[in-house]
């Protein structure tokens, strides 16, 4: 079953569960893929979906951050919540030790020695992690290992 195909069971259950919370996420999703796909002229296979959820989790994630420096922990609670939902969507991501191995094994490939060279790290292991590996954290452990 594709991502799209559970999107669209996932909010059909929702409907008729009464889930407003997660029927609202999973509209959003839709439109966002919708557009997406609009866009590209096609339909949107996994990978761009996935991309999609991650750019909806950095928008939730940045609304939280600035609802709690504005006291708003409502909102910041129903941030939360939503971004709970769409995290049940992403596969399971890499853990740090397995994108320092990566690390490790780009920057012995790329014969990289400072910090001058992190775009060209961090450009490679995004790519080879195929959207596994959060990209702060590869930002992290690129910069510890280049100034070792």
């Known amino acids: ?27 959003f999703l839709n439109s966002d893929i919708k557009n997406a796909e609009i866009e590209k002229g096609g339909e949107a296979g996994d990978k761009e979906i996935i991309e999609i959820i991650k750019r909806s ?12 420096k504005g006291n708003r922990f409502d909102l910041a609670d129903k941030e ?11 596969p399971e991501q890499m853990s740090e030790e397995e994108i320092k191995r990566m690390v490790t094994d780009v920057i012995k490939e790329l014969g990289a020695s400072n910090s001058s060279e992190f775009g060209k790290v961090m450009s490679l292991v ?17 910069k510890k290992e280049l100034n070792d």
Do not use: C, H, P, W
């Open 1 to 27: 079953m594709t991502f799209k195909e559970t999107i669209n069971n996932d909010l059909k259950i929702s409907i008729k569960g009464g889930d407003n919370v997660t029927r609202g996420v999973l509209r």
């Open 57 to 68: 989790l950095k928008r939730r994630k940045d609304s939280i951050l600035q609802y709690e």
């Open 80 to 90: 939360k919540e939503e971004l709970a939902i769409l995290e049940k969507y992403m």
């Open 126 to 142: 995004m790519s080879r992690s195929e959207g596994l590996a959060d990209g702060n954290v590869v930002s992290m452990v690129v």
